[in-house]
């Protein structure tokens, strides 16, 4: 499918003016320095995502300074970071599971919310994934021309046991949901942040006995319907949202029209929510093209990154999804598709 096959809005015709869109060229990066840091920058890569370490330690990682720290240390290397990706799993998983120590949690997760605002970090990527989180059964398929991918098969957790947190209902992790918004999106707000909430991935529910409850695209309408506002939207993993099954482009459009796509994953997979695997960013199910092209006409003015990319010749695929050589393909394919919508 061509660019021109897509439902675009005619702006010309319409008297508005198009949008103008200005994507933030991001990569995933360790919280201190690697090889990762140097190569980025020579690539045009201007924005940094980065996760906090896990606590608890002393001081917490959700404290002031440490993200004042971080800033900086981007900020020397020529990055500015925008996205905390995502917050620690000592806080996170208490409220997503509705365990006890749930409130102090979700106040911790405030004290973070409020002390990236003060740092200059606009933008937090956190999840919905109980228990489990990115889940694969395989990590070494081979792909193109031997390249190695990772892949999901539904099948092979048939008979898998339940994990220690039993059997938790789709119902349970909205209700959880909801108590966690309408606490901390005021903060957000307050602070000039804004929440994204990432997918799940795989989304397919239940795996394990536990609920997915991030797994089509009205879900997340009803997430940013729950507490509206402004600080109140999405992560766009376009991976994810390729293996629900949903139109890409036209999500994207969805969305972005909203103004409720505050991070972008770009990615893509070939499959079904119940058997997918990775791919290289140009042989996916999703027209990428007319997936950047959508993103033009919404205007989206964020951070993008890519994301899961194929291991490559040489490399130990001792992190898969995170080596080096795909994410360098993956920024130059990206970059040029930037290029090409912004001088459309």
Not at 58 to 77: H, N
Not at 189 to 194: D, H, I, P
Not at 242 to 268: L, N, T, Y
Request: with cysteine; aromatic share 8%; net charge negative.
């Amino acid at each position: 499918m061509s660019i021109e096959d897509t439902d675009q809005p005619d702006f010309e015709q319409s008297g508005f003016e198009k949008p103008d869109f200005e994507i933030q060229l991001a990569e995933h990066f360790h919280a201190t320095p690697d090889r990762l840091w140097q190569i980025a920058p020579q690539l045009g890569v201007t924005h940094a995502v980065t996760s906090i370490p896990e606590g608890p330690n002393d001081p917490p990682p959700w404290e002031l300074q440490t993200l004042l720290d971080l800033k900086q240390r981007f900020r020397d290397a020529g990055l500015d970071l925008v996205v905390i990706e995502s917050a620690p799993a000592c806080i996170q998983e208490p409220i997503k599971l509705g365990l006890e120590n749930r409130d102090a949690c979700t106040g911790h997760f405030c004290e973070l919310i409020a002390n990236m605002g003060r740092a200059g970090i606009p933008v937090i990527c956190h999840n919905w994934m109980a228990g489990l989180g990115w889940l694969r059964t395989d990590m070494a398929l081979a792909g193109r021309g031997g390249a190695l991918v990772t892949g999901y098969d539904h099948a092979k957790l048939a008979d898998a046991p339940l994990t220690e947190w039993g059997e938790i209902s789709e119902d349970a992790l909205w209700t959880n949901m909801e108590e966690f918004l309408r606490r901390v999106v005021p903060i957000a707000e307050q602070a000039g942040v804004k929440l994204a909430v990432h997918p799940d991935d795989p989304p397919r529910s239940p795996i394990r006995g536990i609920g997915r409850i991030l797994t089509d695209p009205d879900a997340f309408q009803r997430v940013i319907d729950t507490v509206p506002s402004p600080n109140n939207g999405i992560t766009f993993c376009q991976g994810n949202f390729s293996a629900m099954g949903a139109d890409v482009p036209a999500e994207i459009r969805r969305f972005g029209a909203q103004g409720k796509i505050h991070f972008v994953h770009f990615r893509d997979v070939r499959g079904t929510p119940d058997s997918f695997v990775e791919t290289f960013h140009d042989e996916g199910q999703t027209d990428m093209v007319a997936a950047i092209r959508a993103y033009a006409d919404v205007g989206y003015r964020g951070p993008m990154r890519p994301d899961h990319v194929p291991t490559l010749a040489g490399e130990e695929n001792g992190a898969p999804g995170y080596e080096l050589l795909g994410r360098l393909y993956a920024l130059g394919y990206i970059k040029g598709l930037i290029e090409s919508a912004a001088h459309e």
